[in-house]
């Protein structure tokens, strides 16, 4: 069992930054792809970035959005930069637990079988 608690939302006006953060539970989080997923009122919920196991990452957001990973804390994070209204939604971290070990760059829903609650951000004057 895993759990995922986000942090780090807020409202933040356009240009600005915020760093999202995302605590797991469990003691085999450093073998766990861990993504961070975003869901917009009225959209469905869609890639943000991704880490592997060994730290190759990817993103649908380039250049303005890191991710990153701290095994000994059992933390991920999301630095947003250079932030837009159209940034704002509900940021949801996901761990994918089923393929541990595994240094894939999964960027699917249907890939992750554990999610937290979600953080609201807001980009707004």
């Known amino acids: 069992q895993v759990q995922l608690v986000e942090s780090g939302g807020g409202l933040v006006q356009p240009g600005g930054s915020l760093r999202l953060s995302c605590a797991a539970s469990?003691?085999?989080?450093?073998?766990?792809?861990m993504g961070w997923f975003r869901q917009a009122p009225g959209k469905e919920r869609e890639f943000v970035a991704v880490i592997s196991v060994s730290g190759f990452r990817t993103y649908s957001v380039k250049g303005r959005f890191t991710i990153s990973r701290d095994n000994a804390k059992n933390t991920v994070y999301l630095q947003m930069n250079s932030l837009k209204p159209e940034d704002t939604a509900v940021y949801y971290c996901a761990a994918d637990s089923v393929r541990p070990g595994w240094d894939g760059l999964p960027s699917k829903v249907v890939e992750y079988d554990y999610w937290g609650q979600g953080t609201q951000v807001t980009v707004s004057s």
């Open positions: 469990g003691r085999t989080f450093s073998s766990y792809a």
